[in-house]
């Protein structure tokens, strides 16, 4: 009897502490924690992104509209790959989850898929805030270079789907502001609310900075690239003396001057359609 009365209190705790994990995150299950969980895994798939994409030089022919012509496309190599492969995964419902955003949605096909019931959690305004075009400029613009080597290899099919897979995974990551700045309003909707109505958005950003938690990311993000893009050696070689598939200094850059503003710029962008 004694044991099936701490079996009941243990099954009685448990749904409690399930009950109370519920009420503080909500239905939808987002919490702060979940939500930086998810950013923390993000940094994985980037960086990964990152090395898989260095394998191969800048392959300029894959960029060129005048090269690796496709009948009946007016574009470069990567926009066919990246418009086609898209338009697979629209008809599969990838872009029926609120985390993702696709980069050309205007040549997207419904979804031929029964859709799952993702979570409701975003405010309605959150389907307009959409940076993509920002993004694939930046990109292949200004990022690109810095981190693969100059060259041509010839691989560029290739070349441009290491480019979109890692270009999604920097979406994926920079959009995911939306839900940090739910959780953040949800919590405190008395601080937001009154910048919000004032349009003041350096009244936001200010509010949705946090400088220790950005050093403490890029700080990790550096590490990580160490642990995940070194070279393997089987003798002892000296850390000074130890090469990387890609330079963990620029991995702390990117997200020190690109990612983590733009984060939260997607942030103040859909905060401001917050009381819409």
């Not at 995150?25 to 979940?34: H, K, R, V, W």
């Not at 066919?80 to 697979?88: G, Y």
């Not at 997207?108 to 940076?131: D, E, K, R």
């Amino acid at each position: 009897m004694m044991i099936r009365f701490g079996l009941v209190v243990l099954m009685l705790l448990a749904i409690c502490t399930v009950r109370c994990r519920m009420a503080k995150a909500g239905n939808d299950g987002f919490t702060l924690d979940s939500v930086r969980d998810a950013l923390v895994r993000e940094e994985d798939t980037i960086i990964f992104g990152l090395i898989e994409r260095a394998k191969f030089p800048i392959n300029s022919h894959t960029y060129d509209e005048n090269c690796n012509k496709v009948p009946g496309f007016s574009g470069s190599l990567v926009e066919f790959v990246a418009k086609n492969t898209e338009a697979v995964q629209a008809k599969a419902g990838r872009y029926q989850n609120p985390e993702e955003n696709p980069f050309f949605p205007e040549n997207l096909p419904p979804s031929l898929v029964t859709s799952y019931p993702f979570p409701q959690f975003l405010h309605a305004g959150a389907a307009s805030v959409n940076i993509n075009k920002s993004i694939w400029k930046l990109y292949f613009h200004e990022l690109l270079p810095l981190f693969v080597a100059s060259g041509d290899d010839g691989n560029y099919a290739q070349t441009a789907a290491s480019d979109l897979s890692l270009l999604q995974a920097i979406s994926r990551r920079i959009h995911y502001g939306k839900f940090v700045a739910e959780v953040k309003f949800r919590q405190s909707p008395k601080d937001y609310e009154p910048l919000i109505r004032a349009k003041d958005k350096e009244g936001l950003m200010k509010l949705l900075t946090f400088e220790k938690v950005e050093e403490m990311v890029r700080k990790r993000v550096e590490k990580k690239a160490k642990v995940f893009g070194q070279n393997v050696m089987l003798d002892h070689v000296d850390d000074r003396n130890k090469k990387y598939k890609v330079d963990p200094s620029f991995v702390s850059s990117l997200y020190k001057k690109w990612l983590i503003p733009l984060t939260k710029d997607v942030e103040v962008d859909y905060l401001l359609r917050r009381l819409d």
